[in-house]
């Protein structure tokens, strides 16, 4: 099977009612789409990307009027959440109805929830009687896509269809909290910065470390390419690895190694979240021996990139 791509909804809704897979975009990063109430369907998710069962899978609405499909109560401050963040890339673990399958959820109790803003996925949600269970599509572990031909390039012998949306415009996944303990809690730095949730509900405090995840996403090594990656002052790595055949990702800094990717000459962290994964996936296909990053500033849309870059460093078991 070789997977087809187009911009026909028709098509998708089709593949995703009968219940196959199908490649979709988002603003944050493409995903790869189950009928969410079909744990056949959402089975096949796990199948193409050799994801383990024990990392849950995040549901798609289209509609907040939707969420009571999906979810059986709403904690202080959700509503709130819902009304200045969505549609976008947030995604808000809840409580689940019994009607949501234990694969989506890993057996948890609890449910990732969000409504993507891109039109396209939008528009596919609105033809459909279900939401979507939806990670990244792309081989577990490896680095997310951002285009159409990502998806292709990775997963295109598994899965009919890929619905072509065009490159995503925030390009990192979605920010994950969820309700603990009477307070919220990050789970993932992601496409919203904590400051701007601060500001609707008041203090966010850090998830603890876990041995298994209680939200996609929380996997030490994570986002990984196939070459080492080393994250920190970029002079200092270069001189302890003075024979690799360098390459570096930087913000603004045009370092003089074998290649640099800029992310933003701007020093925009938007625009360099956009440009983050497409880098680490050039840099892991362009013959380098090893990449280099910096720390990007802790603030806004770089804690997101620092938080990719500590997973795509950290060594898999």
Same mark, same amino acid.
């Given at each position: ?70 979810? +059986?109560? $709403? *904690?202080?401050?959700?509503? &709130? %959440?819902?009304?200045?963040?969505? !549609?976008?890339?947030?995604? =808000? /673990? ?115 470390? +876990?041995? $298994? *995840?209680?939200?996609?996403? &929380? %996997?030490?090594?994570?986002?990984? !390419?196939?070459?080492?990656? =080393? /994250? ?86």
């Amino acid at each position: 099977m070789s997977a087809h791509l187009g911009t026909d909804l028709h098509t998708a809704a089709e593949l995703l009612r009968t219940g196959n897979i199908v490649a979709i975009p988002t603003e944050t990063v493409y995903g790869l789409a189950a009928n969410a109430f079909d744990a056949e369907a959402v089975l096949k998710v796990f199948t193409a990307k050799a994801r383990p069962s024990f990392d849950p899978l995040i549901v798609h609405i289209g509609h907040p009027d939707q969420l009571g499909l999906v979810v +059986r109560e $709403l *904690p202080e401050g959700a509503e &709130q %959440l819902m009304k200045a963040f969505w !549609p976008g890339p947030l995604t =808000l /673990v809840l409580p689940k109805r019994p009607e949501v399958p234990d694969i989506v959820t890993s057996g948890l109790d609890t449910v990732g929830v969000r409504m993507p803003s891109h039109p396209m996925a939008l528009e596919l949600l609105s033809q459909l009687a279900f939401p979507l269970a939806a990670p990244s599509a792309n081989p577990f572990g490896y680095v997310s896509p951002t285009t159409a031909r990502h998806v292709a390039d990775q997963l295109g012998e598994t899965i009919p269809y890929i619905l072509d949306g065009g490159p995503c415009v925030v390009g990192v996944e979605s920010t994950i909290i969820g309700w603990e303990e009477e307070g919220w809690t990050l789970y993932r730095h992601g496409g919203v910065p904590v400051e701007d949730l601060e500001e609707v509900i008041g203090a966010v405090a850090m998830a603890p470390p +876990r041995i $298994l *995840p209680v939200a996609p996403g &929380q %996997l030490e090594s994570h986002y990984a !390419p196939r070459i080492p990656v =080393l /994250v920190g002052d970029v002079e200092q790595l270069r001189a302890e690895h003075p024979h690799e055949r360098i390459a570096v990702i930087a913000l603004r800094r045009d370092y003089a190694v074998w290649r640099t990717m800029v992310l933003s000459p701007a020093g925009d962290l938007a625009e360099a979240a956009r440009n983050f994964f497409g880098a680490l996936r050039d840099l892991e296909a362009s013959g380098a021996g090893m990449i280099l990053a910096e720390r990007f500033p802790d603030e806004g849309l770089g804690r997101a990139i620092n938080d990719r870059l500590r997973r795509a460093a950290a060594k898999r078991g």
